[in-house]
């Protein structure tokens, strides 16, 4: 399936938000309660929803319960990468790395084929954007926390998109899927960072506002995305979703002053190249 012009752009704009919300998650403070107040943010935005959509059918609930595991982990393994590494290393490392893997495990567990120009366009939008990762820091050697924590996200990117990806097609109301694993998402994560972060919740306190305008960027983000796999195939919304790594690039030298040499511009147009591509 092929994404029409008008889902595709909508993907870019998702795009857009998630590496916004990523910048954020990367700024000062703890790293893994920053992600956890985006999360409840979310949820809360979500609650707001509830009474509009209908609660996913039930054919839908073990995909849901699947992608709720792998968000916490993506979240664990993410927080855990931004505090070894720069947001120019891991973002592009885990982002990177997921497409391939979904476009083999569609083909593998689902049957999804993509056509030669399609897999042309993942390999190069996934290559391009690796090449972001692992150009070596201007100010220092590289670590090897950033890149095993920037794949182990991949893995869990990988797994969300392949449950979401088939939760939303048979959970009767779409934005319903959305809207629930948003809020069911919540109790799953606070619980995890009150256990890793005892004072979390007055941290959370402090920072509410930031959590809300993280929680719109991120669920805008991410129910696009989802929304686009109902309409399009998983490996070509995966690929187009993975192009926020040109956006993370720039916010991250603009805002976090993150230095990078000037060859990585040819991995952005790698990135371009392969979206393209794919449609």
């Given at each position: 399936?092929?994404?029409?012009?008008?889902?595709a752009l909508l993907v870019l704009s998702a795009a857009l938000m998630h590496a916004g919300w990523n910048v954020m998650a990367k700024t000062a403070g703890d790293k893994l309660l920053n992600i956890g107040l985006i999360s409840v943010g979310l949820g809360v935005?979500?609650?707001?929803?509830?009474?509009?959509?209908?609660?996913?059918?039930?054919?839908?609930?073990?995909?849901?319960?699947?992608?709720?595991?792998?968000?916490?982990?993506?979240?664990?393994?993410?927080s855990t990468g931004y505090r070894h590494g720069d947001l120019s290393q891991v973002y592009p490392i885990a982002r990177g790395m997921a497409p391939p893997l979904v476009a083999f495990t569609a083909w593998l567990l689902i049957g999804e084929t993509l056509t030669p120009l399609q897999l042309t366009g993942v390999l190069a939008t996934s290559f391009g954007i690796l090449s972001l990762a692992l150009d070596k820091p201007l100010e220092r050697a590289h670590s090897w926390r950033p890149i095993l924590f920037g794949l182990l996200t991949s893995l869990t990117i990988m797994s969300y998109t392949l449950f979401d990806g088939q939760g939303v097609r048979v959970a009767g109301d779409h934005f319903g899927y959305i809207i629930w694993l948003f809020v069911l998402d919540v109790p799953l994560v606070l619980a995890y960072c009150l256990w890793r972060r005892p004072g979390a919740l007055g941290y959370f306190r402090r920072r509410w506002?930031?959590?809300?305008?993280?929680?719109?960027?991120?669920?805008?983000?991410?129910?696009?995305?989802?929304?686009?796999?109902?309409?399009?195939?998983?490996?070509?919304?995966?690929?187009?979703?993975?192009?926020s790594v040109i956006f993370a690039a720039v916010m991250s030298s603009l805002l976090l002053k993150e230095r990078f040499r000037h060859r990585r511009y040819v991995s952005v147009v790698l990135v371009a190249t392969g979206a393209v591509l794919l449609h």
């Open positions: 399936m092929t994404l029409s012009p008008l889902m935005v979500g609650l707001v929803f509830t009474p509009f959509v209908d609660f996913p059918d039930r054919a839908s609930w073990h995909f849901l319960l699947g992608s709720l595991v792998a968000h916490l982990g993506y979240y664990v393994f993410l506002r930031f959590g809300l305008i993280g929680g719109v960027l991120s669920g805008g983000a991410y129910g696009i995305s989802i929304f686009a796999m109902s309409q399009g195939g998983l490996a070509s919304v995966s690929s187009l979703r993975e192009t």
